[in-house]
């Protein structure tokens, strides 16, 4: 079996949240697992990412704000998003990671993933909010464009809460495709099928959102209906996924129901989407999933998935899951109806 790059770093463990769902006895968990398994796994410490690389999402307001609030002996961004001392060094490692993973997917032709808190998704350019300090996952994409030539990126997003920071950056950009599904009418309220993106961006930002209990059947065609043969056109240079793990069946903070077998199933079909189309990657970011021994068994399955065959899932679909799809497949007509299944 090939190797793939698991990004971990002590500095992770500091970032302090008190008591807390995002704590860090997730990482500790998950990394005791996977050095217990037999999975052939490089472990990498990443470097510390340049201010002038986050500055390439987020304001220098935010980022000082961020940075302000560690020094000064911690505090919060808003109710739910803790900064403690040292939070601010922490975020700059979780860039770090995906800028090196970003890096050495498209330089070596890696996969990675990468175990790293503070998570990354809901930052949005001038602020942090859902547990979330930096953009580690669209500061990697918008690198990787300005940096190394990437000319698409596409962007999964598979955790249970909307990525609504990710949407923000790339949102008028039609060099990044974002594709995800999440559950409805949950944090943080927006990820709507009716927001596709703006200006030139209109049709590259792609949203299912879910009915409560929803799973692998829901999954299984929004991949092989939707994503995969939008990614076809597209035609990405680098894959990022967002990988939480608050969507598996039993998370506390979620309310949908997949199973472990259906992260090897994604994890397997995009890797196959990436020698299909020629793509770096797949670099996973780790972002939610708060039961640390349910995020182990998936994050296992995740990394079986880019070596081995996905394996089956079920294809199960319930009326409410089926309506959600031919609703996002109707609102795709547009832009993407030629290559729909
Ligand atoms: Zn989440």
Redesign the pocket.
């Known amino acids: 079996m090939a190797v793939t790059s698991v990004y971990f770093h002590p500095v992770f463990l500091e970032h302090d949240t008190g008591n807390h769902p995002e704590a860090a006895d997730r990482l500790v968990v998950v990394k005791r697992r996977l050095e217990a398994g037999d999975l052939d796994l490089v472990w990498i410490t990443p470097p510390r990412a340049d201010v002038v690389d986050v500055a390439r999402v987020h304001t220098r307001g935010h980022i000082e704000t961020v940075e302000r609030i560690a020094r000064g002996g911690g505090g919060r961004l808003d109710m739910d998003t803790v900064v403690s001392p040292a939070s601010f060094d922490a975020a700059l490692y979780a860039v770090g990671a995906g800028i090196h993973a970003t890096t050495r997917a498209l330089g070596e032709g890696s996969r990675s993933f990468l175990l790293v808190r503070p998570p990354g998704h809901h930052a949005g350019r001038d602020r942090g909010m859902g547990f979330c300090l930096f953009n580690n996952i669209a500061v990697a994409a918008q690198y990787a464009i300005e940096e190394l030539g990437v000319a698409r990126v596409l962007i999964v997003d598979w955790?249970?809460?909307h990525g609504n920071g990710t949407q923000d950056v790339f949102y008028d950009d039609p060099r990044v495709l974002l594709c995800g599904f999440h559950l409805g009418n949950h944090y943080p309220g927006t990820g709507a099928i009716a927001e596709s993106g703006a200006g030139d961006g209109v049709g590259y930002t792609v949203n299912l959102p879910l009915p409560h209990g929803a799973g692998d059947g829901a999954v299984r065609a929004f991949f092989s209906d939707v994503l995969v043969p939008l990614a076809q056109e597209f035609r990405p240079e680098l894959v990022l996924i967002s990988a939480?793990y608050?969507s598996v069946a039993g998370d506390p903070?979620g309310g949908l129901t997949l199973s472990d077998e259906a992260y090897r199933w994604m994890a397997g079909t995009i890797a196959g989407l990436c020698e299909s189309v020629g793509a770096a990657g797949p670099v996973c970011f780790l972002?939610?999933g708060y039961d640390p021994e349910r995020v182990a068994s998936a994050v296992m399955r995740t990394l079986e998935g880019f070596h081995l065959p996905p394996g089956e899932i079920s294809a199960k679909l319930s009326p409410r899951e089926s309506r959600a799809l031919s609703d996002l497949r109707r609102a795709l007509e547009g832009t993407w109806g030629r290559v729909l299944r």
């Open positions: 955790d249970v809460h939480g608050d903070l972002e939610g």
